[in-house]
């Protein structure tokens, strides 16, 4: 397991920055969420500013994965949309459009993964309406990822379409790709009552291609600092020690970019105690 963390926990640093600030810390990867003033795809000499992340990673020894949750980048307006659930093709296919570009970033940067999750609805429709929508935009994606030799690795989130483990296997049991795998967030499963760790863990071993971790309570969707909250994560590393996961665990405190320093600091002081 490589320890990592979420550049959405640095909303006020450039990349650059961030990175070697995260590997002088003893981070050893770090989830790039793709946003306005990280990569964005919409700007331009995209190719140049990727090369340049990938010769700052290869110097400073970090791996990384590749994040889709920016909250405002495709819609000033909207938190989180427009989705591949949306009710319109323009709306969905500006969401594939994106999550294939993010793709292509991952490929260029070596990333050992794309995270990406469903979104919530904003028109009234059966589920099993919604079900096709996501079903056609994942597969789609799984197409253009075979061709990128890249992992798609699907997140559940509380207040989505797609928010617990037993909605997550209903639309993996359909999606059938072996390009198609999971995001787990340990503090989604203890907000939403998924526990013990070691029973999701171990169960979806095979595609565990990605890991988000944070403290949390239980029923409140809250990313909190290491001991704030209600998890053991003696019992999380332990499970994932178990199933041999040899991926990337990074932390997720996109609220706390205010003081991100400290709390990155603050949260690797915390993991050693279990990750040595």
Known sequence: MFLGYNTNGFAHHRLADTLEILAELGY??????????????????????????????????????????????????????PTLLGPTSGERERRLSFLCQCVQIARELGAQAVSFWSGAPTDDVPPDALMQRLLEGCWRLCEFAETCNVRLAFEPEPGMFIDTMTRYKALFEQMRSPWFGLTLDIGHLHCMGET?????????????????????????????????????????????????????????????????????????????????
Not at 50 to 76: I, M
Not at 197 to 202: K, M, P
């Open 196 to 276: 013990p760790f070691s029973e999701q863990i171990l169960r979806w071993k095979s595609v565990l291609w990605n890991v988000h971790i944070e403290d949390m309570c239980k029923g409140v969707h809250e990313h909190l600092m290491f001991g704030e909250g209600e998890i053991d994560f003696g019992a999380v590393v332990n499970s994932l020690n178990q199933a041999g996961y040899q991926f990337d665990a990074s932390v997720e405190l996109s609220r706390h970019s205010h003081k991100a320093v400290e709390s990155a600091r603050q949260a690797m002081q915390f993991l050693r105690r279990y990750c040595t």
């Open 28 to 81: 050893q990867s770090v989830a790039i969420t793709i946003d306005h003033h990280v990569l964005n795809p919409f700007e331009p000499d995209l190719p140049a500013r990727v090369d340049a992340v990938r010769k700052q990673l290869e110097r400073l020894n970090l791996r990384c994965v590749v994040e889709t949750g920016a909250r405002f980048l495709l819609d000033p307006r909207r938190k989180h949309q």
